[in-house]
């Protein structure tokens, strides 16, 4: 079982930097595709952000992020991977509560997009982008 700890968020201006962590912890953790997701407001679903393969193959972004995030996974670490969300250019809309999610199926081939793809979640972590 993959267990998933956020950290990193906080309160930016816009046009700042910020990157969140999650730890990744369990057995197989290296085996999972893993993502960032986003939820912008309590009553939205979670949104797509970016999502990494595992053996860091594959990366994807949402268009509203791409050239402003980076994901990246540091998989020294079998049993413990850490998964980093590099935000740069921060904007007001990318004020959200932020998610590490893992896909329980070991070596998925498909890199999913949708958060019901998705079987372990973190407690996810505040961002909040001031204008």
């Known amino acids: 079982q993959v267990t998933l700890v956020e950290s990193g968020g906080g309160l930016v201006q816009t046009g700042d930097s910020l990157r969140l962590s999650c730890e990744a912890s369990?057995?197989?953790?290296?085996?999972?595709?893993m993502a960032w997701f986003r939820r912008q407001a309590p009553e939205k679903d979670r949104q797509f952000v970016a999502g990494v393969s595992y053996g860091n193959r594959t990366t994807r972004y949402s268009d509203s992020v791409k050239g402003r995030f980076t994901i990246s996974r540091d998989m020294t670490d079998n049993t413990k991977n850490l998964l980093h969300l590099q935000m740069n250019y921060l904007a007001p809309e990318d004020t959200a509560v932020y998610f590490c999610?893992?896909?329980?199926?070991?070596?998925?081939?498909?890199?999913?997009?949708?958060?019901?793809?998705?079987?372990?979640w973190g407690q996810g972590t505040q961002v909040t982008v001031s204008s």
């Open positions: 369990g057995p197989t953790v290296s085996r999972k595709n």
């Open positions: 999610a893992a896909d329980d199926t070991s070596w998925r081939a498909a890199l999913f997009t949708t958060a019901n793809e998705y079987d372990v």
